[in-house]
C-alpha cells in the first residue's frame, strides 16, 4: 500500500510545473477580472450572493468573477498537490517539504486575503496586497520548480556559480524588481480601474498624495523601472563578459527583453489615457518578468567563496598542498 502512495522524482517535478503555471495563470484572471470592472460581480463570498445562491447567475460580470473563483480552486488543487506530494516522493527530501508547505498555506491565505477584499468591497490595500502575495507565492513555486528538478540533489544540474562580481549585481535585480512592482500596484490602486465600473460599484481609490497620486507613483514606477533595466543591461554584459553558464545568460537576456516590452507597452498605456487591454498586458508582463527575475536568481547560485577567486587558486591549492617541496638531484634518496 505505502508503495503506491510513492512518486518519482519525474513525476513530482512535473507537478511542480504545473502548480507553477497555474499560480502564474490566476494572476492573469485575477488581472482580468478587476481590469473588466467585475470586481464586485460577485458581492460576497464564499457565496456569490449575500443569502443568495454559491453560484453566479448569468450575468456578464458575475460570470466573470464566478469562473475567477473556480479557476481559484483548481490552482488550489495544483498547490495542495505540489506541497503533498513533496512527502512521498522518493527519495523523499527535506527541503521540497519545507517548500512545498509554502503552496497551500500560501494559496490559503490568498482565499482569505480575496474574501476581505470583496466584504470590504476592493480597498486598495487589500488589491494591492493580493497582488503581492501572489508574487510571494510564486517565489516559493519557483524554488520549488528549480530544486525539483530531477539530477538536482545529485549536484548533476546545479549552476556553475559565476564570479562573485556578477551574483551580486543579478541578486541586485530581485529587490529592484520587487520595488518596481509594489510601485505599480499603488499606481493601478490611484488609477480609474477600480474593479466597480461594471457593476456600478464606487470603489475607494489611493490618495496617498492628493489627486496627484496616480502622477506620483508612475513617475517612481518609471524611474525605478529605468534603473531596474540599466542594472540588468550590465548585468547580462558583465555576465557575458565572464563567461557565465548559458542558462544564466538565456535568464538575464530574458529579463532584459521583458523589460524592453514592458516599457514600451507602459508608455503607450500612459500615452492612451490607460485603457484597460494595455494594462492587463502590462500586468501579465510584469509577472512574466518577475518568473524571469527568480530565474536569474537561481540560475546564478551562491556566490563562490572568496578562496576560489580567480587569481587565487594557485593560492588556495599551495595552501591545501602543504610546504612547497624542493627539487631534489636525481641519485639522491
Given amino acids: 500500500m505505502r508503495d503506491r502512495l510513492t512518486i518519482s522524482p519525474r513525476r513530482y517535478h512535473q507537478v511542480v510545473i504545473a502548480a507553477l503555471v497555474l499560480l502564474t495563470l490566476i494572476v492573469f484572471s485575477g488581472a482580468a477580472v478587476r481590469l473588466t470592472g467585475s470586481g464586485l460581480?460577485?458581492?460576497?463570498?464564499?457565496?456569490?450572493?449575500?443569502?443568495?445562491?454559491?453560484?453566479?447567475?448569468?450575468?456578464?460580470?458575475?460570470?466573470v468573477e464566478f469562473s475567477n473563483r473556480i479557476?481559484?480552486?483548481?490552482?488550489?488543487?495544483?498547490?495542495?498537490?505540489?506541497?503533498?506530494?513533496a512527502f512521498l516522493r522518493v527519495p523523499r527530501r527535506r527541503d521540497l517539504c519545507r517548500i512545498g508547505a509554502l503552496l497551500p498555506l500560501g494559496?490559503?491565505?490568498q482565499g482569505v486575503l480575496g474574501g476581505l477584499t470583496v466584504k470590504y468591497e476592493l480597498r486598495p490595500g487589500f488589491v494591492m496586497g493580493h497582488f503581492i502575495l501572489s508574487m510571494l507565492i510564486l517565489v516559493a513555486a519557483?524554488?520549488?520548480y528549480w530544486r525539483s528538478r530531477p539530477g538536482y540533489e545529485h549536484g548533476a544540474i546545479a549552476p556553475a556559480?559565476?564570479?562573485?562580481?556578477?551574483?551580486w549585481a543579478v541578486r541586485l535585480l530581485a529587490p529592484l524588481a520587487a520595488l518596481m512592482i509594489f510601485i505599480g500596484t499603488a499606481a493601478t490602486a490611484a488609477g480609474p480601474h477600480a474593479g466597480g465600473r461594471g457593476t456600478g460599484d464606487l470603489v475607494q481609490r489611493l490618495y496617498i498624495h492628493g489627486s496627484d497620486t496616480l502622477g506620483w507613483a508612475v513617475d517612481r514606477h518609471t524611474v525605478v523601472g529605468a534603473l531596474l533595466g540599466l542594472c540588468a543591461i550590465v548585468a547580462l554584459?558583465?555576465?557575458?563578459?565572464?563567461?557565465a553558464g548559458r542558462?544564466?545568460?538565456w535568464a538575464l537576456g530574458t529579463t532584459v527583453a521583458l523589460l524592453g516590452v514592458q516599457g514600451m507597452v507602459g508608455a503607450v498605456q500612459y500615452q492612451a489615457q490607460l485603457p484597460a487591454?494595455?494594462?492587463w498586458v502590462h500586468v501579465c508582463l510584469a509577472t512574466l518578468l518577475w518568473v524571469a527575475v527568480l530565474w536569474s536568481w537561481t540560475a546564478a547560485g551562491s556566490p563562490p567563496p572568496r578562496a576560489t577567486q580567480p587569481g587565487r587558486d594557485s593560492l588556495a591549492a599551495q595552501s591545501a598542498a602543504g610546504p612547497a617541496v624542493r627539487d631534489v638531484p636525481a641519485g639522491v634518496a
Avoid: K, Q
Wanted: aromatic share 10%; with cysteine; charged share 10%.
Fill in 71 to 85: 479557476f481559484s480552486a483548481l490552482v488550489g488543487i495544483g498547490a495542495i498537490a505540489a506541497g503533498t506530494f
Fill in 107 to 109: 494559496v490559503v491565505l
Fill in 277 to 279: 487591454e494595455l494594462v
Fill in 161 to 167: 556559480s559565476p564570479d562573485r562580481p556578477t551574483t
Fill in 237 to 243: 554584459a558583465l555576465a557575458w563578459w565572464r563567461g
Fill in 247 to 249: 542558462s544564466l545568460l
Fill in 142 to 144: 519557483w524554488a520549488l
Fill in 41 to 63: 460581480g460577485c458581492s460576497d463570498w464564499p457565496r456569490c450572493y449575500p443569502n443568495g445562491p454559491i453560484v453566479a447567475e448569468l450575468e456578464t460580470h458575475a460570470m
